[in-house]
């Protein structure tokens, strides 16, 4: 409900009131209850402001200005001093409050104006209710005020409440309607602009204040269910004036106190213009809520009701309708259902949301289903009645929702943003019905309209007349406008996919955006089906939610052919199965099947099993159903017209048959009782069960256990049926004759393998004989046993018949074993061994060999040779043994001996068995030894053996596991044990060591116990042996001989001796164990070792002499001396240490304890002990406490100063501490220590102190700030140096190094912690500054031992980066207008730096300029908007860095456009400018053409007006020559005249009245002629074509417009003029199909033409490169192209990169940052030098100038001075006087003329052409040539001076440099130190640098040619490919089958043309004329060339196109 103001009669009355340029302004005071009810009129003067106006407001109302009170506006909001001018209008109403919130005391009156607006009288007479089809339109007049609260509540969060009252109880007061919403409501000011009339949307831009706060187009949602309906401004002022006289508008926004309320009424209208007041104005009353005291007319006491309803909202709108028209009342009375349905139908989606009204789906609220709009009506003595729209559930929506079986979803898309959502949906064919709903409301719309009678067609179609689509704009339903159909979706004329029946079971609905026009009431679409229907609609579909583009006719029937086969049914298919194939039919019908066993058809059931008979069969089948069939992949209950049944022949014991017939051959009126008794009867001939009897005894009894080999008796058998006869045939049928019948007898044994047949026999009837089967008697195998007797038949001995079994007997018996007869042995348990009991098993069996058991009492007699046999019992049963068989007997092996044991048992039939043993040893009962002596003799030092036997009890030596014999000596100490193992053999010889008892001088007796300790049953042996002492060496001695005395050195004894000495006669003596010497024999000294010597003198051996013993030199090493003795029997060793004693004192030693380091400042942390020592380092003992003084220290720096010195007694040494030296430089120091005469050295290492500074490397002085550039690196990596106090470099490591900034700066890398090396240092690495400009300071920290270090503060001056790009700067005429087709005003781009300016010597081709068409939701540049690139720069343009696009063409189309500048500053990265929008307008007028072009009339002059009728509803409109409609303004006529083609035709048509000409109105740029007519019996000739020129006459233009020429065919026959207008359709119809195929083809054609120029122009590209890379010695292959370049670029590129890698020369100088681009730099860094000596010299001759900067102003070089502080000198370029600058041309000296005036020797090059310029080569030159002048450099200092001496002779001389570093001055002087250059390393880094080696700078060009080739390769290819895509489209069947329909229409056409007898050559008329602009639906976008070609033709007059 929203709108604005707008001017009017009182408007202008306040104007006439305020000419003077005062305002007035009216004032209600509610700052009280008991304030004055009316208003103050205040005068506010032209230039007041709110100081003055609040000192006239308290005046007014007679108050104090010190008073606290706010001033409002009705909208509540306050005044202040911002806002006053902009709120304090003329005739506004203000409010006087305590507060802003304030609640009003008392209501007021707010004057309104509300004329209409302007749109009144240029729209008037199109917009009023009226009926269309029998309906009325008063529930489409509710419709108009539910949009408007649908439009107010769309912001609601929760519930959105819309509610209807209809008030008709009259003891309430008059009829009356409300309507009321929970909407946003509106101001006072939004609600005056409610009531001005056509304020739409779109026009409450300007000065108005909108009732829905400004329009903003919402975003797309589905079905368009935005709510945005209240639209024009008209329809609710219309809608409250077609039901009633008088509107009440009650409203109260959100957030507000106060609730505003407006009047309008019809009778106040009338009154107003009785008393000659202003209509269009009046009074809105503000009141707070509840507040009903105004409402004092008996006729709205309702209104008390509604008022108090007030206090519970929040906000609201209410629209109270009084006056009500009688008619409406009884309307609304009496079809309350069927308006509401009509209300529900209309706005069914935004109540049920986009899916609409489905039964299964759940209803929850949600954001499309949270609108209530109840409807509630009121009447005098009955009960309410009060409907939700929700609750219906008859609307046509739903119905046409819940009765579709499936739905087909698309859309469409219309030229411009138009977009249409479809859907249509399947209603099936049920049974015998169709379910397409009928519309209860207007039944009318099935009835046949040309049948005369009032009957229904029996058999009409579903839809009847009905259109498919209904059309819902914005989410509601637009009643009066339906679409009939689309091409894709009307019957075929030839049989399709589907029935033609389908296609009446089809219904449909559109939903459109507000893109489409619709009148204002909202009642009918103005444009929508001439839109869609236009040849550039798209149609795509919608499957599953994503948009497919697709053929939408061939997908429309694949669905429709689907819907009828799975939804049309007839038959009810229930009780599914399953889904089978089936093999007996041909393979393509043999599945799926689904399978069910029951259907409903025709109101009968059908189930399995069921009894039927089948009728038109042959023969008639009785049979019970099976189950039926079903065709295709179905799950469930499912409906068909059609399928089959599977019946089982009855009955089956006859007709072993299954037939499958179609289901509607079923007999469905037989009953199915008829079809039992039919089988009953056949099934009682048929044989039922079998007779058996016994004639021989021996009766086989059922379950019977028998033993084997028991007989089985003779069988009698006879087959009886039901009735007992017997029988011996089967009955005959009808399919042949009867079948004899046998009998089958089976004797079958079950087995656990499986069931074996024994005994099968089949047995005839004789006749006379009956079925007979003789005894059975070899029946022998254990096991169950079943005799069957099957009757079979004759032939097959088939045992079933028709799927019955014939009769059967089954007898079950089992047969057992007998008695035993015989037996065996089982399985024995080995060994046997003697004396040891064991069992022998026994196993019986019956005479056939089956397992039996002994029951009787039998005596087992057991027999053996040599054995005597004995056992305990024999056991029966099952298991049945011998137990406790024992065997005795000699045995000569411990092998064991075979035995034959015979086993007798009486009684059997066979009674005896042999069974072979063999019987092993016993277990050990005795042990035997050897000797047999109790009494044995040996010497002491030998071994013993003994003999000994392990015998069982039998005495038979036996063996056994583990059988273990040892003996234990007692009687003396470390006495052996003799153990032996018998387990194998069981005798052994059991001996051990040698019996050896120490010290032993006599004889002793021992004892021997001789026993198995692991068998304790046997007794042990013992024995006792006399020991003898032994006779062998048993002692060896040594002594040291001194003069005559011998003294013994004992075993381990320690001798002293002096150190180095030798020592001598040394003797030894050996004894027995008697202690007798033994004499030394030869054969006893052979057996003496000596360990100090390896060569023994065996004679003094023999005297009794050892080898002399040689001292060690050392104490330290003590000398092991062992002499011993080895034979068979003993084993001796003597031995002795020799301790070496310190000889005589011989030198000083000095010895470092602890680290030999010294840190700088710190004393050395070890000590320095001093000894004196022998000739052999041996420390002697010759300090005493009087000897410290004799001890002097000396060293070069050292510091004596806490030197001590303290004698160890304990060590006998000197201790030396608090050795420390002077801080100097680091290294190694020597002490020199001395002590009497003696004296010694000893070396330190020195080292720099304790951490304490961080200094940087190689980084100049930092007095000054550094410039370092935005965005770029450092000059040098940051690396700093641990340093001691003393400035010496700390070698420390593992110290972490941190760098401290501001937050404002960042660095790049990101600050990491770094550590230093073993050297102390840490490169931090090369940063990259980011800064805001000034000057920024970095330090850098060491943390070590917890304190902290700090660094130097490093300070960096940012300056902005001169060369990095950061906006487009675009001027252009901002005032030019924008005609289409014209050119576009030049455009000025720019690209502005950081430094704000511009960069120049930038390549043009990087700036582009893209256009395209502006929409909602393109923010940025599509894919195909048009690129433009700039053109080339004019000598008259000045600004340099400026690029101008210019001459660009408008776009042809009006609109909005963007415009936008991109500039390329790499492959990824665009830089673009703001957005240009601009508004392209329509250009001049051209001509007049017809909105939609009619198709061309075929008219006769007889009597009926349709047959005379030329045109229908023409609109004609101006447009320019691009189609654009312009001339609004323009006012004048229409004439149209009739005119013959030949200007010799007499007879020329007349319109009606008999003239030839008439005029239409032309206003507003268009002409609407409703109809024209030719007269009744007009002249003409017949069969001839006539024209009708329509032409403009307007005269505000100067030239004349193009008209606009209709042809039409007269005729003077009615028939033939209704054949020819038939073929003048069909004409028109295939005109425009040859428009689009031409068109389509022509853009073919130029894209396949531009496509081929680019093959030709990649070819030619690729050829040149291939030709330069030839030059540089690289053939590329013929395949394999790209990958070859691939590779060979990655090697390539790993060359450069390695010869970038290898060091070279460069200036360690840091160079001056450049700010901007008006500075080059330092010197030292302009240019490069390839030589090392001449770099060095050059560098050297201008070492003054390295550190100047260069900068190309003098201003620049100013500011550089200014930021210095003077300290950096500076060179400008524009103060350099260039013309004394030497010629770089000009020849060496030497030439003179051009000739060689002398020989030089020394290969004399003038120094500037040593040089090279990696950037600025011109302005370089300029400086270099200033500062070297002619400077020549030569080899050497004699060929120097041999050049000057030649050169003088003609010529001036230059300064001359030498490569080994001389100078001669161009005044001659050389020599001194001013004139020879140092060497490299003293020059400091002022070096110009080495340029990049040659072959890198190669390397570089080879790969750049690399990759603009691979790059043409990759385009030719691409290019190929495209064309070769393109030529097989163009041959595709499709595009065949499209050239031969053009050809086929253009023969057509012809024909018709000539049947018509029209001109087939004449120029196409403009509004037939194909659009030049080619649309491709399915070719792709054309390149760039093409685009240009399209957009000249788009450009030229259309008189200019080819006929």
């Not at 500053?1465 to 673009?1472: E, V």
């Amino acid at each position: 409900m929203a709108a604005e103001g707008a001017n009017g009669p009182a408007a202008e009355a306040r104007e006439d009131r305020g000419g003077d340029g005062c305002r007035t302004v009216y004032l209600f005071d509610r700052r009280e209850k008991k304030s004055e009810l009316g208003d103050r009129e205040l005068r506010v003067v032209e230039h007041a402001d709110f100081a003055s106006f609040r000192a006239s407001v308290c005046q007014t109302i007679g108050i104090s200005t010190e008073e606290k009170f706010v001033i409002t506006t009705t909208s509540r909001k306050e005044i202040t001093h911002d806002n006053f001018d902009d709120t304090v209008k003329d005739g506004v109403t203000l409010y006087l409050l305590q507060s802003v919130n304030q609640l009003l005391p008392a209501a007021t009156k707010e004057r309104i104006d509300f004329l209409p607006h302007y749109d009144t009288l240029v729209k008037s007479g199109m917009y009023e209710y009226y009926a269309s089809e029998g309906q009325n339109p008063l529930p489409f007049a509710f419709a108009e005020l539910i949009d408007n609260s649908l439009s107010a509540t769309s912001r609601n969060v929760g519930v959105r409440r819309i509610q209807i009252k209809l008030l008709f109880d009259e003891t309430q007061g008059k009829p009356a309607v409300a309507v009321i919403d929970n909407g946003r409501g509106m101001t006072s000011k939004q609600l005056n602009n409610w009531a001005v009339y056509r304020l739409s949307k779109f026009t409450r831009q300007g000065d108005f204040e909108s009732d829905h706060s400004g329009y903003v187009r919402p975003v797309p949602v589905p079905r368009s269910l935005n709510s945005d309906i209240s639209y024009f401004g008209v329809g609710g002022k219309q809608a409250v004036f077609f039901v009633g006289q008088s509107a009440r508008m009650i409203s109260k926004p959100a957030d507000s106190q106060d609730v505003h309320e407006l009047v309008l009424s019809k009778e106040d209208f009338e009154t107003k213009e009785k008393n000659k007041e202003a209509i269009y104005s009046g009074y809105i009353r503000n009141r707070k809520p509840c507040d009903s005291v105004h409402i004092t007319s008996d006729e709205e006491r309702f209104l008390h009701n509604l008022i108090v309803e007030e206090k519970e909202k929040d906000s609201f709108t209410a629209v109270v309708i009084t006056g009500v028209q009688p008619e409406h009342i009884q309307y609304l009375k009496n079809y309350f259902h069927l308006w509401t349905r009509q209300l529900a139908h209309i706005y069914h989606y935004y109540i049920h949301g986009p899916k609409g009204n489905e039964k299964h789906t759940s209803k929850e609220v949600g954001p499309f289903n949270n609108i209530d709009i109840d409807i509630s009506m009121f009447d005098k003595g009955k009960a309410p009645k009060i409907v939700n729209l929700r609750e219906i559930q008859d609307d046509m929506q739903t119905l046409y929702i819940n009765t579709a079986s499936d739905s087909f979803e698309f859309k469409a898309h219309v030229e411009g943003d138009g977009i249409v959502e479809g859907i249509i949906r399947y209603h099936p064919f049920l049974y015998d019905r169709e379910t397409y709903p009928d519309d209860p409301c207007f039944p009318s719309k099935l009835k046949d309209e040309d049948d005369d009678d009032d009957c229904f067609i029996i058999d009409k179609a579903a839809r009847g007349k009905r259109p498919i689509f209904e059309c819902f704009w914005n989410g509601r339903l637009i009643p009066y406008t339906s679409v009939e159909d689309f091409d894709w979706c009307t019957p075929p004329k030839k049989r399709g996919l589907a029935p033609i029946e389908c296609y009446n079971r089809i219904s449909g609905a559109l939903f459109t955006n507000d893109k489409f026009q619709v009148s204002t009431n909202k009642l009918t679409f103005m444009d929508l089906e001439l839109k869609l229907k236009d040849k550039n609609t798209l149609f795509t579909r919608i499957l599953n939610g994503q948009e497919q583009r697709m053929k939408i006719d061939r997908e429309f029937a694949l669905w429709l052919k689907d819907c009828h086969e799975k939804y049309d049914k007839q038959i009810k298919f229930t009780l599914f199965k399953g889904i089978i194939t089936r093999p007996d039919l041909p393979s393509k019908k043999q599945g799926p099947w689904a399978t069910y066993s029951a259907i409903e058809w025709d109101g009968k059931i059908y189930k399995a099993g069921q009894l039927v008979k089948t009728t038109k069969t042959l023969p008639l089948f009785y049979g019970s159903i099976v189950r039926f069939f079903l065709h295709g992949d179905h799950d469930g209950e499912v409906y068909a017209t059609g399928g089959e049944v599977q019946i089982a022949m009855e009955p089956q014991a006859l007709y072993d048959e299954v037939r499958t017939v179609p289901i509607a051959k079923l007999d469905r009126t037989v009953a199915e009782k008829i079809v039992r008794k039919y089988v009953e009867d056949e099934m009682a001939r048929l044989p039922d069960r079998l007779s058996v009897t016994w004639p021989e005894g021996d009766e086989l009894l059922p379950n019977e256990i028998r033993p084997a080999g028991t007989p089985i008796g003779a069988l009698r058998i006879e087959i009886l049926n039901k009735k007992g006869e017997a029988m011996q045939k089967l009955p005959g049928t009808s399919h042949g004759g009867s079948k004899k019948l046998l009998v089958e007898l089976k004797v079958i044994l079950h087995s656990p393998s499986g069931n074996k047949e024994i005994i099968s026999h089949i047995s005839q009837h004789g006749g006379k004989w009956p079925y007979w089967f003789k005894k059975m008697e070899n029946i022998q195998k254990l096991g169950n046993y079943t005799l069957k007797l099957q009757v079979v038949l004759n032939e097959s001995n088939a045992d079933t018949y028709a799927g019955r079994p014939l009769p059967s007997k089954a007898i079950k018996f089992s047969v057992k074993e007998g008695k035993p007869e015989k037996f065996s042995f089982g399985l024995l348990d080995l060994p046997f061994r003697v004396g040891v009991p064991f069992n022998i098993p026994l196993e019986f069996q019956d005479e056939f060999g089956h397992t039996s058991q002994l029951i009787t009492n039998i005596k087992p007699v057991l027999e053996a040779s040599g054995l005597s046999l004995h056992y305990e019992e024999i056991t029966k049963g099952p298991n049945c043994v011998i137990r406790g068989v024992t065997a005795k007997g000699p045995i000569n092996s411990c092998q064991g001996k075979n035995f034959n044991l015979k086993v007798v048992l009486p009684g059997l039939k066979e009674d005896s068995q042999i069974l072979k043993i063999r019987l092993l040893p016993g277990p050990p009962r005795r042990l035997k030894v050897k000797p047999d002596s109790e009494f044995l003799v040996i010497e002491n030092g030998t071994a013993f053996p003994f003999q000994v036997e392990v015998l069982d009890e039998s005495e038979n030596i036996t063996t056994q596991p583990k059988l273990i014999v040892q003996c234990k000596f007692s009687g003396g100490p470390n006495l052996p044990v003799y153990v032996v193992d018998c387990s194998s053999s069981g005798t052994s010889i059991l001996t051990g060591p040698v019996i050896q008892v120490q010290n032993i001088k006599k004889d002793q007796t021992l004892k021997a116990r001789i026993e198995i300790p692991s068998c304790k049953d046997v007794l042990p042996v013992e024995k006792t042996i006399k020991l003898l002492p032994s006779s062998h060496v048993a002692q060896l001695q040594i002594f040291s001989v001194e003069g005559q005395k011998a003294i013994q050195i004992k075993h381990q004894d320690e001798v002293n001796w002096i150190a180095g000495d030798t020592m001598h006669n040394l003797i030894f003596q050996m004894y027995d164990e008697g202690e007798r010497e033994i004499n030394i024999t030869a054969a006893l000294a052979e057996k003496i070792k000596v360990n100090w010597t390896p060569e023994i003198n065996k004679e003094n051996l023999l005297q009794g002499l050892l080898p002399d013993v040689q001292v060690p030199t050392s104490i330290k090493d003590k000398r092991y001396c062992q002499v011993s003795f080895q034979d068979d029997h003993v084993s001796l060793e003597s031995a002795f240490t020799v301790r070496p004693l310190p000889d005589e004192p011989k030198h000083l030693k000095c010895d470092l304890k602890g680290g030999k380091i010294v840190q700088m400042g710190q004393e050395l942390q070890g000590e320095i002990v001093i000894i004196i020592i022998d000739q052999y380092g041996n420390q002697v003992p010759a300090f005493s406490p009087n000897s410290l003084s004799a001890l002097s220290v000396a060293g070069v720096g050292l510091d004596n100063s806490n030197l001590k010195t303290t004698l160890q007694e304990n060590t006998q040494s000197i201790s030396v501490r608090g050795i420390k030296f002077i801080p100097g430089p680091p290294g190694n120091k020597d002490l020199c220590f001395a002590w009497r005469e003696f004296s010694d050295f000893i070396r330190v290492e020195l080292i720099s102190g304790p951490p304490a500074k961080l200094l940087l490397i190689d980084w100049p002085e930092l007095k000054e700030s550094i410039p370092v550039i935005n965005g770029r690196e450092l000059e040098r990596p940051l690396a700093v140096q641990l340093c001691d106090q003393w400035d010496n470099p700390a070698l420390v490591a593992n110290v972490k190094i941190s760098l401290i900034k501001a937050s404002s700066l960042k660095l790049s890398p990101s600050n990491q912690q770094h550590k230093t090396d073993e050297k102390g240092r840490a490169n931090l690495g090369m940063f990259t500054v980011f800064a805001s400009r000034g000057e920024h300071t970095i330090q850098v920290k060491a943390t070590y031992n917890k304190s902290t270090i700090e660094g130097p503060l490093i300070k960096l001056m940012v300056l902005p980066d001169p060369e990095k790009p950061i906006r487009l700067k675009v001027k252009y005429d901002k005032d030019a207008s924008f005609l289409a087709g014209d050119v576009f005003t030049d455009f000025m781009v720019s690209v502005i730096s950081e430094d704000e300016s511009i960069i120049k010597n930038i390549n043009a081709a990087r700036i582009s300029m893209k256009m395209w068409k502006l929409t909602s939701n393109v923010n940025r540049p599509p894919a195909n908007a048009e690129t433009f690139s700039c053109n080339k720069i004019k000598d008259n343009d000045k600004e340099e860095g400026c690029f101008y696009f210019r001459d660009k063409v408008i776009p042809n189309k009006v609109g909005t456009y963007c415009i936008q500048f991109a500039f390329m500053m790499d492959k990824a990265n665009m830089l673009n400018s703001e957005q240009v929008i601009v508004d392209v307008l329509p250009n001049l007028p051209m001509k007049l053409v017809p909105e939609i072009q009619p198709a061309t009339p075929a008219v006769s002059n007889v009597r009926s007006i349709s047959s005379r009728t030329l045109v229908r509803d023409l609109h004609l409109s101006i447009t320019d020559n691009y189609g654009n409609h312009t001339g609004m303004n323009l006012v004048g006529t229409v004439v149209a005249t009739i005119k013959g083609f030949n200007e010799e035709d007499i007879d020329i048509p007349h319109f009606v009245g008999k003239v030839r000409t008439l005029e239409f109105p032309f206003v507003n740029g268009s002409a609407e002629i409703t109809s024209l007519v030719l007269a009744e019996n007009s002249p003409g000739k017949d069969s001839t074509e006539y024209i009708i020129i329509f032409e403009p006459r307007l005269s505000p233009l100067s030239r004349t417009l193009e008209p606009y020429i209709l042809p039409f065919m007269f005729y003077n026959d009615v028939k033939k003029q209704q054949q020819m207008a038939a073929l003048t359709k069909e004409k028109d119809q295939l005109s425009k199909s040859i428009i689009m195929y031409r068109s389509l083809f022509e853009a073919s054609k130029q894209l396949l033409d531009e496509m081929k120029c680019q093959v030709e122009e990649a070819k030619l590209k690729e050829s040149q490169l291939r030709n330069e890379l030839k030059t540089c010695n690289i053939d590329i292959p013929a395949s394999q192209q790209v990958s070859y370049i691939e590779a060979l670029l990655k090697r390539k590129m790993a060359e450069q990169e390695e010869l970038k890698k290898k060091p070279r020369r460069s200036c360690t100088l840091p160079n001056y940052t450049k700010g901007s681009g008006d500075v080059l730099g330092k010197i030292a860094h302009l240019a490069q030098i390839e030589d090392d000596r001449a770099a060095m010299v050059i560098s050297w001759h201008l070492a003054s100038d390295m550190d100047c900067v260069v900068t190309l102003t003098t201003d620049s070089a100013r500011r550089i001075y200014d930021e210095t502080q003077g300290r950096q000198q500076v060179l400008p370029l524009d103060s350099i006087y260039k013309k004394t600058l030497p010629d770089w041309k000009r020849p060496l000296p030497h030439f003179r003329n051009g000739k060689l005036y002398f020989k030089p020797i020394g290969d004399p090059v003038f120094a500037r052409d040593l040089l090279t310029f990696p950037d600025n080569v011109e302005h370089c030159k300029t400086v270099f040539g200033m500062l070297l002048g002619d400077t020549i450099i030569l080899d050497n200092l004699d060929a120097a001076n041999q050049y000057r001496k030649e050169v003088v002779k003609i010529t001036h001389c230059p300064t001359l440099l030498t490569r080994d570093g001389d100078r001669i001055r161009s005044n001659g002087k050389f020599g001194g130190l001013q004139n020879k250059a140092p060497p490299m390393d003293k020059l400091r880094g002022m070096v110009f640098g080495a340029p990049v080696p040659k072959q890198c700078r190669f390397l570089g060009e080879q790969i750049d040619l690399l990759q603009q080739y691979r790059s043409a390769v990759c385009k030719l290819g691409s290019v190929n490919q495209d064309l070769n895509g393109q030529l097989e489209y163009l041959h595709t069947p499709d595009m065949k089958k499209k050239k031969q329909e053009l050809d086929e229409q253009e023969k057509s056409l012809k024909l018709i043309e000539q049947k018509l007898g029209m001109t087939p050559t004449r120029k196409c008329n403009d509004s037939l004329c194909p659009s030049p602009k080619i649309e491709m639906t399915e070719c792709p976008i054309p390149p760039k060339r093409m685009r240009r070609e399209t957009t000249r033709q788009n450009r030229k007059p259309k008189g200019d196109l080819p006929s």
